[in-house]
C-alpha cells in the first residue's frame, strides 16, 4: 500500500447519520486551499502519491473544484469516501480526472433500504444505489464501506452480493466506534459477538475470492499491537480543521477534553514539522502499548481501535451506559494502567 494522506476535507454533510459523531457532520469548516496547497508541495517531498478524501462529506466540500484541480496539477493518486446522496451532479466534476481517481468509496450500511435507511435516513439508500449504477455505467471505479452494528449485522453476505451484482471492485467491513446515539439504541456488539461477526466475513472473503475482494478495516480482533497503516506511518490524517491527528477514526470522537490525538495545527506547523511530531508521538504510543500488553492487558484491549479510543480518553461518556458490554473494560484496574505520556 502506497503511503497516503487522509484529509477531512469539511465537517460539513447533506447527511446526519445515526453512527456519526455530530462533529463530522455538523460543524462549519471547510480547509483551505492555501493549507492543501502547502501539504500537497510538502507530502510530495516525504514520499506521499497518494490522497484519500473525506468529511464530512467530501462532495459538498466549498472547493470540490479547485481540489480536484489541485490534485491533478501535483500529480497525485487520490480516492474518496462519500454517501453518494447527490452523486447525480458531483460525478461531473470527477469526470476530467478520472486519470488520476484510484476509487471511490460508496458508503453501503444495509442490504435494504428500511436497514441503510435506519442509519442514514430517507431516501439515503436509493440514492447510493443509482450512484453505484451511475459509477459503473460511466466506468467510475468505485469500492463500498459497511459499518457494522447490532441492527445491520444480519444483511453482511446480501450486501456482498449487492456490491457484487452493481459491479463494485471490493468491500470492506468495520466495527462500529461508540457513539452516543448508536449506544443509546444498543447496536455496540460485544467483543464476542464482533468476533463471531468477523468469523462470518473471512469465510465470506474465501466464499467471494473470485467475485468480489473482501476485507476488514482496522478494528478487527488482533494479537497484532500495530495492526494499522497509522501506527505504522503509512497514513497521516489531517482533520477539517487543519490539526495533524493520529488516527482518523479518532477525528471529532468524544469530548472536546479529550484531543490529545491531535498533534499540532497545519496554520502554525508546516506539514513536515507536523509530520516529524506525529512520528515521535507514534514511537511512545507504541511503547506506551507493548508495556501495557507486557503487563497482562484487558481482553478487549485487542479490539485495537477500542484500545486507542479508551487511551484518548475518548469513551469515557461510556460510564452513563453501565448496561454497554465494554463499559466494564473502562473500570478494568488492568486499564486504569494505561497512561498518557
Ligand atoms: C465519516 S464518513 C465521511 C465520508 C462520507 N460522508 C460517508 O459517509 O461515506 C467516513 C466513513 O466513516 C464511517 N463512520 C461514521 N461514523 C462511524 C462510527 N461511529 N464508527 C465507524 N465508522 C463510522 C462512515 O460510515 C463512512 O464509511
Ligand atoms: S457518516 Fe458520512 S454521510 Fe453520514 S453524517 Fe457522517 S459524514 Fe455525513
Ligand atoms: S484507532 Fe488506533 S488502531 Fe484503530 S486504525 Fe486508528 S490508530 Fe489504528
Known amino acids: 500500500m502506497a503511503k497516503r494522506i487522509v484529509i477531512e476535507l469539511t465537517n460539513r454533510c447533506n447527511l446526519a447519520c445515526q453512527h456519526c459523531f455530530s462533529g463530522r457532520h455538523g460543524g462549519n469548516d471547510d480547509l483551505s486551499l492555501d493549507l492543501l496547497e502547502k501539504v500537497f508541495v510538502e507530502a510530495k517531498k516525504l514520499g506521499f502519491e497518494h490522497l484519500t478524501f473525506t468529511g464530512g462529506d467530501p462532495t459538498v466540500y466549498k472547493y470540490f473544484d479547485e481540489l480536484l484541480a489541485k490534485v491533478a496539477e501535483h500529480d497525485y493518486r487520490f480516492s474518496f469516501v462519500t454517501n453518494g446522496y447527490n452523486f447525480a451532479t458531483s460525478h461531473k466534476k470527477i469526470l476530467p480526472y478520472l486519470s488520476n481517481l484510484e476509487q471511490i468509496t460508496f458508503s453501503l450500511d444495509g442490504a435494504s433500504e ?150 499540532g495545527n497545519l496554520e502554525t506547523l508546516s506539514f513536515t514539522e507536523g509530520f516529524l511530531k506525529l512520528v515521535a508521538g507514534n514511537e511512545r504510543l507504541k511503547r506506551i502499548k507493548q508495556a501495557h500488553f507486557a503487563s497482562g492487558a484487558n481482553e478487549d484491549d485487542k479490539s485495537p481501535c477500542w484500545y486507542c479510543s479508551k487511551y484518548f480518553k475518548k469513551v469515557d461518556w461510556l460510564k452513563e451506559f453501565p448496561e454497554n458490554p465494554w463499559t466494564r473494560s473502562l473500570e478494568d484496574p488492568k486499564t486504569q494502567r494505561i497512561k498518557l505520556m
Request: aromatic share 6%.
Open 114 to 263: 428500511a436497514t441503510h435507511g435506519a442509519l442514514r435516513g430517507k431516501h439515503s439508500y436509493k440514492q447510493v444505489i443509482a450512484a453505484m449504477r451511475l459509477a459503473k455505467d460511466l466506468d467510475i471505479p468505485f469500492s463500498n464501506n459497511m459499518v457494522i452494528t447490532r441492527h445491520n449485522q444480519h444483511e453482511i453476505k446480501d450486501l456482498a452480493e449487492l456490491a457484487y451484482r452493481l459491479g463494485s471492485s471490493g468491500l470492506r467491513f468495520g466495527h462500529l466506534m461508540h457513539s452516543p446515539i448508536t449506544t443509546a439504541n444498543g447496536w455496540d456488539l460485544s467483543l464476542t459477538e464482533r468476533q463471531q461477526v468477523e468469523w462470518k466475513i473471512w469465510q465470506l472473503q474465501a466464499e467471494y475470492v473470485a467475485r468480489l475482494p473482501i476485507a476488514m478495516a482496522p478494528g478487527f480482533s488482533t494479537e497484532q499491537l500495530f495492526p494499522c497503516a497509522p501506527l505504522n506511518m503509512m497514513e497521516v490524517n489531517i482533520d477539517s480543521q487543519g490539526n495533524i491527528t493520529k488516527c482518523c477514526h479518532l477525528s471529532s470522537h468524544g469530548p472536546i477534553a479529550s484531543q490529545d490525538d491531535i498533534v
